[in-house]
């Protein structure tokens, strides 16, 4: 997968793309939400990353349809969602805010949904949607008394009512309990390997690096980095990187270590050695061959910092 580094600059919606923004700006006022964003969507699963008021939710609702972008432009299935009624059987969103009415049920509650898309058996739909989110026992119960994670399900029910080409989730694991996250994460790898294209947003940061086939970091309402995540942490060329290592003679390594041109620095511990490193290759390179010629054997390296956590703080930071 090819990794943008994406500061604006003019390109071409590539094949297959199902979504396209190209230099979209929203503000409101004085604030700018999201400021010259530009990507494409292909089918598959995108995870979409950033810290609180980054913009996130703001570029779900301009996908939507349900926000205008102030500049630039955005295509979902090759249209521009807003005011596109058409374009609604087409897509989805499932908003974070938890947008259900609590006097109905869980199922009159899908149904209305199934009515407003003026489906030819709504019912049917209904259940199968209903049933793909694993509520049925609790479809008769009011959405009132629904938990956190069960209000979000049926959120996902709603918006899958329709059978959607485009699924937008905002948040859709908040309050969800592990099995139900791992329901919803089938459910969602399943409806992308039938070629949908799903978009969604999480501070879980776990498990969008599990689930996600590509990320969209958004920073301060710009688009700090897109790709797979692992080639997105080796382009930051100026990060340093961290390895743990146990040996046999971690005190002589260390001080073997210390003394070459790509080691930053090193702690000795109780029984491993933590190196920082701003050049990965040079060091993966020179480990084993000073530790042979300083007649130490090498036990374990590892990285500690390949987690997207890790690469999502050092964006927000930088």
């Known amino acids: ?90 897509l989805a969103l499932v908003p974070e805010r938890e947008a259900v009415y609590g006097r109905l ?65 905002d948040e859709p694991f908040n309050g969800a309990d592990p099995r139900q996250r791992l329901h919803l994460t089938r459910v969602f790898e399943r409806l992308a390997a039938e070629g949908r294209t799903i978009v969604f947003s999480s501070h879980i940061l776990e498990e969008v690096e599990r689930l996600a086939e590509r990320v969209l970091v958004i920073v301060a309402g710009r688009l700090a980095a897109a790709g797979d995540f692992r080639e997105i942490r080796r382009l930051m060329t100026d990060r340093p990187h961290t390895f743990t290592l146990r040996s046999s003679g971690n005190r002589e390594l260390a001080a073997a270590l210390v003394a070459h041109e790509s080691v930053l620095g090193v702690e000795l511990g109780a029984d491993l050695l933590t190196v920082r490193t701003s050049q990965l290759g040079a060091f993966a390179r020179a480990a084993p061959v000073i530790a042979r010629a300083c007649g130490v054997s090498i036990l374990e390296l590892r990285p500690t910092d390949e987690s997207l956590e890790r690469v999502f703080s050092y964006l927000v930071s930088g």
């Open 105 to 169: 049920t869980g199922y009159e509650f899908v149904l209305a949904c199934a009515r407003l898309q003026r489906l030819d058996d709504p019912h049917a739909a209904t259940r199968r949607a209903i049933d793909v989110v694993d509520l049925a026992a609790a479809a008769g119960r009011r959405t009132g008394g629904y938990s956190k994670g069960m209000k979000q399900r049926i959120k996902v029910a709603a918006a899958l009512v329709h059978d959607p080409e485009v699924l937008l989730l």
């Open 1 to 90: 997968m090819t990794v943008e580094a994406l500061g604006g600059a003019a390109h071409r919606t590539p094949p297959g793309a199902t979504i396209a923004v190209r230099d979209v700006s929203r503000w409101y006022g004085n604030v700018v939400a999201v400021n010259g964003i530009s990507f494409d969507v292909a089918p598959g699963i995108t995870g979409l990353l950033g810290p609180n008021g980054a913009g996130k939710s703001t570029l779900l609702h301009l996908l939507s349809g349900f926000l205008e972008a102030s500049a630039g432009t955005v295509s979902v299935l090759a249209e521009d969602p807003w005011r596109n009624p058409g374009i609604y059987r087409r």
